[in-house]
């Protein structure tokens, strides 16, 4: 069984504070999703990764794939209170790959900013 | 574009009943997927239906089932409730299915008691 796992799995920061989460598998991706889920609704889309130490920018996040495309991280820059939320992984692995494919979500990091 | 709808939002069940669930993908997209999320397990795959075949399943047992129909509109079926099954169902849609981009709906409340 390929497991993602993510760390750490709950974050409790204060508005301004800077943050990472982790996502680690022993596999090779062959791309990766973030996503962020509120309360009540379900996850949206941040951003995919292809390319192995590919950085992405999204306003105050930044994400960032392995060179090895086995791990990944999510950076937050002066956190606000609207990037609360559970930010989840998910992994498509290099030998799973075609139309049979099928996304793995990781344990997830639960993330809340106070002001 | 309108999102991915699901209905009902909440369900409350009793054990041994049976319940169906309701998804309208995006427009256009012929790839919907199931997954039931706890906190426990977290977002676990069902199953994903492409262009009205089951194209993957997950590992989950035979009381879950589903069905795609010829608009993209998919049902999920969960027959002889039992507790464990009191979770988050969250239907996406993805223009390509497998592994490509999920968008997700909000989600069926399920609770059984």
């Known amino acids: 069984t390929q497991l993602l796992e993510q760390s750490p799995q709950f974050l409790s920061i204060q508005e301004g504070e800077n943050l990472t989460v982790y996502c680690n598998s022993s596999s090779v991706f062959s791309s990766l999703q973030w996503y962020r889920q509120e309360p009540g609704e379900g996850p949206v889309l941040l951003v995919t990764?292809?390319?192995?130490?590919e950085v992405k920018k999204l306003k105050r996040l930044t994400f960032q794939f392995g060179d090895a495309r086995k791990d990944s991280s999510l950076h937050i820059t002066a956190a606000q209170p609207g990037d609360t939320g559970l930010y989840l992984c998910a992994g498509r692995w290099m030998e799973n790959t075609g139309t049979a494919s099928k996304l793995t979500f990781g344990t997830g990091t639960r993330l809340q900013v106070t002001l | 574009k309108a999102g991915v709808t699901q209905t009902p939002r909440y369900l409350i069940k009793t054990r041994g009943q049976q319940v169906t669930l309701s998804c309208s993908p995006i427009s256009g997209h012929r790839s919907v997927s199931w997954y039931q999320q706890t906190p426990g397990q977290g977002l676990q795959f069902l199953f994903e239906y492409f262009s009205e075949t089951q194209r993957n399943k997950g590992n989950f047992p035979g009381r879950f089932s589903g069905r795609q129909f010829s608009n993209s509109r998919s049902e999920m079926n969960v027959s002889t409730l039992e507790l464990g099954d009191s979770a988050l169902y969250l239907c996406?849609?993805?223009?390509?299915?497998?592994?490509?981009?999920?968008?997700f709906g909000p989600g069926t409340r399920l609770t059984v008691t």
């Open positions: 990764v292809v390319t192995g130490g």
């Open positions: 996406a849609s993805s223009l390509f299915g497998g592994a490509w981009e999920q968008y």
